[in-house]
């Protein structure tokens, strides 16, 4: 399976980086992409709509800019994985990449559509601090738009490739969870 694994962390190192290590073993079961957005940054929407005209967003990727990048690397990806620590919430690179998907998947007018790209695809959404599994049912909640057709605002109703109720209770850590995941795919 292709899999586009997107770090949410702002730095190198790290729990990311034990992770990756952690994932490279099953390289020869799986290809990966890793996509840190430590070096792919993502600036906010500017709200100026022309994704509706162009059907793809319209800042220049530049060295300050990887959002479309990043966009098509999900989109070609069999499974996408978004493995984010908590930064009093969410990571801004992460939440602007979510803030443009939006735009571009709402203005080019495929959003809840079955021309979405990103319609029922495979999905694995991971969050942590330092080793520790965190919630990650409002990340799911936010992504829920993205890859379903009939959302809901209040929970997260799409089935995510690691649906653990309570990882805690299984898992002593973060890699662990993943790891499972993976083997279990
Ligand atoms: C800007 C920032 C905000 C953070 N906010 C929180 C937080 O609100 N709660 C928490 O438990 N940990 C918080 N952390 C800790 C990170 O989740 C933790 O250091 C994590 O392991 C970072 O991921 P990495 O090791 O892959 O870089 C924060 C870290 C940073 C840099």
Do not use: W
Not at 96 to 102: G, H, K, Q, S, Y
Request: aromatic share 12%.
């Amino acid at each position: 399976m292709k899999i586009s694994v997107i770090f949410g962390s702002h730095r190198f190192g790290g729990t990311n980086h034990e992770i990756e290590k952690i994932l490279k073993k099953y390289s020869d079961i799986h290809e990966f992409d890793f996509i840190h957005l430590a070096n792919n940054k993502i600036e906010g929407c500017i709200d100026c709509h022309e994704c509706g005209k162009f059907g793809q967003c319209i800042l220049p990727p530049s060295k300050n800019d990887h959002f479309q990048e990043v966009y098509e690397k999900m989109i070609v990806a069999d499974a996408v994985f978004i493995i984010t620590p908590v930064y009093a919430v969410i990571p801004s690179r992460l939440t602007a990449l979510f803030e443009r998907m939006t735009s571009v998947l709402y203005y080019t007018g495929v959003m809840n559509t079955d021309n979405n790209p990103l319609l029922n695809k495979k999905v694995a959404i991971f969050n942590y601090c330092y080793n520790k599994i965190c919630d990650d049912k409002e990340i799911k909640l936010i992504f829920d738009k993205f890859v379903m057709k009939n959302y809901r605002f209040d929970r997260s109703t799409y089935k995510y490739m690691n649906k653990c109720e309570n990882p805690n209770e299984k898992y002593s850590n973060i890699i662990e969870y993943i790891q499972d995941t993976i083997i279990n795919l």
